[in-house]
Structure formats: C-alpha cells, structure tokens
C-alpha cells in the first residue's frame, strides 16, 4: 500500500507569490497544482544549490527565469513549498537558510545562517557559518548581563529557540538587542523572551501556552513536526488542488491560513467550560473568535445546533461574516449564526410576538418624554442633579437589574460618588419607578430591562432549545452585566459552552463595566491572553498605550490588566502628535498626511486610509473638505463599512471604527480629550481605539 506524500506551504511562499506579476503568479500556480499532486514525479527535476547549509533544499525550474525552493528531505515523505524568486535571488534566498526541528518542543522552524569571512592573516581562510543577527556596537560602557544567562539550552529551546541561534540569544543584553534579532526568531521564541524578560518564569509561560516538553523528539520526523500548533503557524499543509487553489488564489489576509501556537491551541480542542481571552489591539482576538467558530461548526455543531457568533454593533457584525465567508465552508457557515446581540433580542422578541420596542438612546422621542415625566416626581428636597439620576439608573438600577425598592436598598453602588442613606435610597427610588411605568405605558423597554427579561424567560424554558452548541462572544467589553446574565442563559452550563474574546483598554462604553464572575460566568482555569500585536507597529502602539497612562484598566472579571507584556512585531514611522486652530486646519494637515503616503506607496500597492473624527457633524466636515481636495471619501455607518470600496479614505467617528483596520489612519479629536487622565478616561480610551486601528502610519490631530 502506498502513501501520497505530504506537501505543505510555507508562509514565505505565500507572501512572496502574492508580490509575483501577474503572468509569473498563474505560472506557479500552475506549476505548485502539478506539484501537490506528486512531488515525486520524474517530470520534476531537483536540483542541488552549490553552498547551501541545508542539503535538503533543493531548486525546481519553473520557466528559463524563474526557480522554486523546495525542502525534498533525505528520507521521509514531506515536501514543503519554501519561496519563489528570479533565478540568482531564489538560490541567494536558499543558500543561508535551513529547515530544522526544534529538538525540545518539536516544531518544525526556519533558521537564517550567514557567512561571515574570518579576517586571517593566513591566505584561504574558510568561511564560517554564523547565525545572522545584529553584532552589538563598540562601546566603552559597562557591558550589561545578558538576559537570559540564567536559562539553560533546553529553556531556552523550550521557548521556541531554535538551536541554531542559542548562541546569539544568550548574548542579548537589552530588549533593544532582542528586537534585532526579532526577525531571526519564530513568533513563539520572541514572545516567551519578552516575556520572561518582562518577569514571568519558562514554566509560566509554557503553562499559558499549554505546551508540552517532555516527549522525545525525532529531529527526522518532519511529518510529525507538522502536526505541532507551532509548525502550523509557519506552514499549511494542503490536501488536495481544491485546497491548494483556494489558499493560493485567497486575498493575502495571513490570517485565514496562520495563527500564532497559542491562537492555533485555544481555536481547537475541548474546553471544560466558559473560555476568556484577553488581548490588547491587534493581538488577534476576532481572528481567534472566527478561528473557534469554525472549528465548532465544524466538530460540535452537530444534531442540527449551530454557533453563534455575537458582538456588540451591527457593523462590526456585517464585517465578522463577511470575513467567516471567506475562511468557512459553505457548510461549516450554514451553522455559523451571526448577530450582534441587540439584533438577536429584536428577533426573540419578534419571535415570541412581544410588542415592546427597545429604547436605545433615552434624549429622543417617546423615551424622552417618558424621562421628563419620571424626574417631575423627584423629591426636591433632596437637592440632587438630573445627571445624578440618570447616571444612577444606568450604573446600579439597570447594571444590577433592580426591579423592587427593597433590592435598591441593599444595592452596591461602589463608585457612584454620593452616599445614600436608606431614607435617601427611598426618596430617590419612585423616580425610577415612575419612568418604568412611563415607558410601559408606551410599549417602550430599556434595553437592559429587555435582557434580563429575555434571560429570565429563557430561564423557565430550557437553554438548549435556542438550538445553540456554543456561543463565541467578541468585544466582551463592551457588554454590561444584564447582556452577559442573558448570554449565559441562552445556553446550558457544559463543554465549549461560551467563548469571550476582549480587551479593557478598549471600553469605550463606561457604564457596560461588570465582572464575569458576578453574572454567573465562571472562567477559573481557562483564561488566557494573546501578547503579540500583528497589526500595528511598535511606534503606533506605544504612543497609543502612552495616551492611556494613569488610566484603570480592569481584565472583565473585578481585576486588573496590564500592559508592560503586549509587543508589535512590526515597526514603522512614529506617529504625529500636532494641535490644530480648527476643523480647516485639521483637513489640511490629514489631506497632506494622505497625499505624502499615497506618493511614497509601490507601483502596484494601494493603501487604505481612514479619517477618525468624535462626531458625525466633524466626520462630515472633513469629508467635505477631502471632496474638494480632489479626495474621494465614503463614510462608514451602521449598515456599512464599505470595505470593498477602492481607492477612497474612509470616514468613521470614533465608536464606528472599532473593529476595522486600515493601513494608516488620522485621528481628530477635541484637545479637551487629553486632559486629567483621572477626567478623561473614557476619551482617552476612545482615542486608543482609533489609533490603534492603523496598521503602518498614524496622525493624531488635536483641535
């Protein structure tokens, strides 16, 4: 019996074909089809590259030009698509690089190895191979201890480190020298150094990972290597041409065929119970979340369930399921339900023929009205603003789901600012009443009231009959006590029950703040947190997490976050902190800011922008202003964010961007937003959000 041999795609391989001209990318194409059908064909002429440290590269011609480098090992039956080039780059590219297995964790890892010529005052001294990284610079200063001098080969390994580059990782003293060497390193290795450097113990962080290193390791058994979540951060193996065709033919989103071990671990397997996942901007939670989904379609949505994957707005929504369209099977998504959560309240109550209309926004119309009528009943001697009531309903009565005087009187209200006596709790308690009445007397419901309503129905029904084998949960900052009491009542307590991906540095809606742990969601044992931001550079993220400094940042479960471990791994100009006279000024300054990076983009790239403005009115001002500039701009809204849109600069407010990713982005805000970070928290974290969505360049704009 016969086996069809393994063939697998490198990541190199994919970005570099996604840079080929049209006419050479259709030729691999053609080619790399013919070889995942048999790489040992006898039409496939391998050919040795003269100087290469790893025998097993080989060169495959594909036309008088062009040539592939293929790992075709001495024995075994892997065969791995590595990179793509001219002739002399592809053999250049080749000849320093080799293909190892990590002897501690068994991941399959590329190594870059130099020449270095020995200056010998003897003729014909050899060449050594040593690893490629940055020497450090002379220097008469001390020379600082090496970070990881403490570590042994086998931590070190264990980490990630390939062994080729134990030598040059023992050498780094400073995480300035860490970052150089950065991209020597498998993802893996540069996170568990930082780490570790940040203060956490190899076995802390192999415990986070999950990762095991106490099996015995065959460095031959490249097939076995593949298996490990750290290879498949590198490399995808492709079954068939169907498969092959469609990772090849795919928009170059990484994403949809790499995620890092740790994604790659929590997307897959069993989990006991309700899941956490913390991460800063551009850590990958989304990327995650749709990751898990998939997987639950695909392996527990069985006996006709499905998944559902819930959010907090209508457009981040849209956008989540356009982009589960593209990395799903047309059958896996047929179990993928997608809604933000609002939307899926208005359909359960539709379903149930309930008649109420959620209020949203209580400044407006019937609820309005309702508001007035309930503060005309406060009592005046108790000399207190209307502010102090509606930020009391919003942040106890409605949070806590209080529903009886008797419940108000015991409530915390820790935070709140003004101490109520029990005398004081029964004054202030009838102009709640009052307003609940109102709005019921004009079928209108608050939003939180409708949560925990629908949870307590659901409640004296059965969770399973919603029909729902998991539920994946994105932007879980966002959601307030009521909406996660209602998450966790649509589905029963059990195995791969509930999955939250989310970040507190990007709650940009105060009054959602609740615990996990107070709403019956226990996650003790399976939180995690993802640490390597793949969107932005190092240069936009720390000035954005600058702009949070001072500022609390809780974990979604009454503890806190921190930030001293989150890293980019990428790095680019520094952004521009300017002040401005006026809207006028500030279009300038963002037109300018466009047509500098528009000029300096590649023949063939083109870059998306986005202009973040604090109000609709400010949004709308600069998109006039970049129309008469000779700009066409679009502006995203809560039907649409226009994401196939082409050449045009995106307009968005503030709460509208989150989510979404462009390669640079302005940012224009109010100068009052940067003030006491102790008064401006909720600003501040508002402006994180919109910096933190550029991928390469970034202008902040103070007005």
């Given at each position: 019996m016969s086996f069809k041999p393994k063939v697998a795609l490198a990541q190199d391989f994919l970005l570099?074909?996604?840079?080929?001209?049209?006419?050479?990318?259709?030729?691999?194409?053609?080619?790399?089809?013919?070889?995942?059908?048999?790489?040992?064909?006898?039409?496939?002429?391998?050919?040795?590259?003269?100087?290469?440290?790893?025998?097993?590269l080989k060169s495959v011609r594909l036309d008088k030009d062009w040539r592939g480098i293929v790992f075709k090992p001495s024995k075994g039956d892997v065969y791995v698509l590595l990179y793509v080039d001219h002739h002399d780059d592809a053999y250049r590219w080749a000849e320093n690089r080799k293909l190892t297995i990590n002897p501690v964790t068994g991941a399959m890892q590329m190594v870059t190895l130099e020449h270095v010529v020995e200056q010998d005052t003897e003729a014909?001294?050899?060449?050594?191979?040593?690893?490629?990284?940055?020497?450090?610079?002379?220097?008469?200063?001390?020379?600082?201890?090496?970070l990881f001098g403490e570590l042994s080969d086998t931590e070190l390994m264990s980490l990630g480190v390939p062994e080729e580059l134990l030598s040059a990782v023992r050498k780094i003293a400073s995480e300035e020298a860490l970052d150089a060497l950065q991209s020597r390193l498998p993802a893996e290795a540069y996170e568990g150094l930082f780490l570790v450097a940040a203060g956490d113990s190899v076995n802390q962080v192999l415990q986070a990972r999950e990762t095991r290193v106490d099996q015995a390791i065959d460095t031959s058994d490249f097939a076995a290597a593949l298996a490990t979540a750290e290879s498949q951060s590198r490399f995808v193996v492709v079954d068939d041409d169907e498969a092959m065709l469609a990772i090849m033919n795919a928009p170059l989103a990484q994403w949809r065929v790499f995620l890092h071990p740790t994604q790659n671990k929590l997307a897959r397997g069993d989990r006991s119970g309700p899941v956490r996942v913390l991460g800063g901007a551009g850590t990958g939670k989304t990327v995650l979340a749709m990751h898990r989904s998939k997987w639950l379609a695909e392996n527990r949505a069985l006996g006709g369930k499905k998944v559902l994957f819930t959010t907090f707005t209508r457009n981040l929504a849209l956008d989540i399921e356009e982009n589960l369209k593209t990395l799903c099977s047309a059958d896996a998504m047929s179990r993928i339900e997608v809604k933000n959560l609002d939307a899926w309240v208005g359909g359960f109550m539709r379903a149930r023929k309930l008649e109420h209309r959620i209020v949203y926004d209580r400044k407006q119309d019937g609820a309005l009205q309702a508001w007035q009528s309930a503060l005309a009943t406060k009592d005046a001697t108790l000399d207190l603003p209307d502010?102090?009531?509606?930020?009391?309903?919003?942040?106890?009565?409605?949070?806590?789901?209080?529903?009886?005087l008797d419940q108000y009187r015991t409530a915390r209200r820790i935070g709140r600012g003004v101490i109520l006596s029990r005398a004081k709790r029964d004054a202030v308690w009838p102009v709640f009443e009052e307003y609940?009445?109102?709005?019921?007397?004009?079928?209108?419901?608050?939003?939180d009231d409708a949560y925990r309503e629908i949870a307590e129905m659901i409640a004296t029904e059965q969770g399973s009959e919603l029909g729902y084998a998991a539920i994946v949960?994105?932007?879980?900052?966002?959601?307030?006590?009521?909406?996660?009491?209602?998450?966790?009542a649509m589905i029963a307590h059990g195995p791969n029950d509930l999955f939250f991906v989310g970040d507190g540095h990007q709650r940009i809606y105060s009054r959602n703040r609740a615990a996990m742990s107070r709403c019956g969601i226990d996650i003790r044992g399976r939180s995690r947190k993802l640490y390597l931001n793949y969107r932005t550079t190092d240069e936009i993220r720390r000035q954005a997490m600058a702009l949070l400094e001072g500022c609390e940042i809780d974990d979604l479960d009454?503890?806190?976050d921190e930030s001293k471990r989150y890293k980019s791994l990428s790095h680019g100009p520094a952004p521009e902190v300017r002040k401005t006279s006026g809207l006028e000024e500030a279009s300038q300054a963002a037109i300018g800011f466009i047509q500098q990076w528009r000029g300096a983009q590649a023949e063939n790239e083109s870059l998306s922008f986005c202009v973040v403005s604090y109000s609709e009115k400010s949004r709308d001002a600069l998109g006039q202003q970049l129309q008469a500039a000779g700009i066409a701009s679009v502006p995203i809204t809560a039907q649409s964010n226009h994401a196939d849109a082409r050449n045009v600069v995106h307009l968005a407010t503030m709460h509208r961007a989150k989510g979404l990713e462009f390669d640079c982005v302005i940012v224009v805000?109010?100068?009052?937003?940067?003030?006491?970070?102790?008064?401006?928290a909720g600003k501040r974290r508002l402006l994180y959000v919109a910096l933190t969505r550029a991928k390469r360049g970034a202008l902040l704009l103070q007005v």
């Open positions: 570099q074909l996604a840079r080929l001209p049209v006419s050479v990318h259709s030729k691999v194409m053609k080619w790399a089809i013919q070889f995942q059908a048999d790489p040992t064909s006898s039409g496939i002429n391998y050919e040795n590259i003269n100087g290469a440290k790893d025998p097993n014909g001294a050899p060449e050594q191979p040593v690893p490629d990284y940055a020497a450090p610079p002379q220097s008469v200063e001390p020379v600082a201890a090496p502010s102090f009531y509606s930020d009391e309903l919003e942040q106890v009565v409605l949070a806590q789901g209080l529903t009886t609940r009445g109102q709005l019921a007397s004009r079928k209108l419901k608050e939003v949960i994105d932007e879980t900052q966002d959601f307030g006590p009521q909406a996660l009491k209602l998450l966790r009454d503890g806190h805000a109010p100068e009052s937003y940067l003030g006491p970070a102790e008064e401006t």
